[in-house]
């Protein structure tokens, strides 16, 4: 099979980068070694909301995926190593009801960012808690981060705590400060309005 070319992965007015910057509003939050402080909630339109503990979410089936991911601010990563439970399964531990039609995804410290539903039932869009083999930065989002590598980088929500499942869209911390909604790397939607 051939590879797609790199030129052909690199969307448009972005960089490729070996390194990975660090970009976030506020401090890196602390956990206890134990996780005991980190749950992950999924509530809004389900039929029951659940809160996971670290120990319930990590007995969830993970798969690992190779994506690129792409900054509003034109960095691009290609080839990036990640492992995590599909967004998916977790969503089925509370089951959607039918009125769902968009998630307000919830982190620490204070930070929320916008998706339709369907995007959680893609299959690269995981609950990811290892990078290249090894567990999360405590700055690339320790213990979890929401990877959602078809839009720019700021909808991967470092240090995720929940789903909110929702009717209607809401928008989060960016979208509200004049970031695009949709967020497709492809079409460059760097800034738009809601
Ligand atoms: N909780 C939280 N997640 C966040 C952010 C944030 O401020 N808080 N910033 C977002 C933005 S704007 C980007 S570009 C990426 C950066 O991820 P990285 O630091 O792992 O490169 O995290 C996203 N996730
Ligand atoms: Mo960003």
């Not at 890196?28 to 999924?42: G, H």
């Not at 499942?165 to 928008?171: A, F, G, I, K, N």
Request: neutral net charge; glycine residues 6%; aromatic residues 14%.
């Amino acid at each position: 099979m051939a590879e797609t070319s790199v030129r052909d992965r690199v969307p448009p007015g972005q960089v490729v980068t070996e390194k990975f910057p660090v970009l976030h509003t506020g401090q890196v939050p602390r956990y206890r070694d134990d996780l005991s402080d980190w749950s992950f909630r999924v509530f809004g339109q389900v039929e029951r909301p659940v809160t996971l503990t670290w120990d319930q979410f990590r007995r969830l089936p993970a798969r690992e995926v190779v994506v690129d991911i792409h900054c509003v601010t034109r960095w691009s990563k290609l080839g990036t190593r990640w492992r995590g439970v599909p967004a998916a399964r977790v969503l089925e531990e509370a089951g959607v009801k039918p009125e769902a039609r968009f998630v307000l995804v919830h982190a620490d410290p204070d930070y929320t960012t916008n998706l339709p539903l369907a995007d959680l039932y893609r299959d690269d869009v995981l609950l990811a808690f290892e990078f290249d083999g090894r567990p999360l930065a405590p700055e690339h989002g320790y213990p979890v981060r929401l990877l959602v590598p078809h839009r720019y980088f700021w909808k991967s929500a470092k240090w995720v705590r929940g789903f909110e499942l929702l009717p209607q869209d809401r928008p989060g911390y960016w979208e509200e400060r004049g970031y695009h909604n949709e967020a497709d790397p492809w079409k460059e939607q760097r800034y738009g309005f809601f």
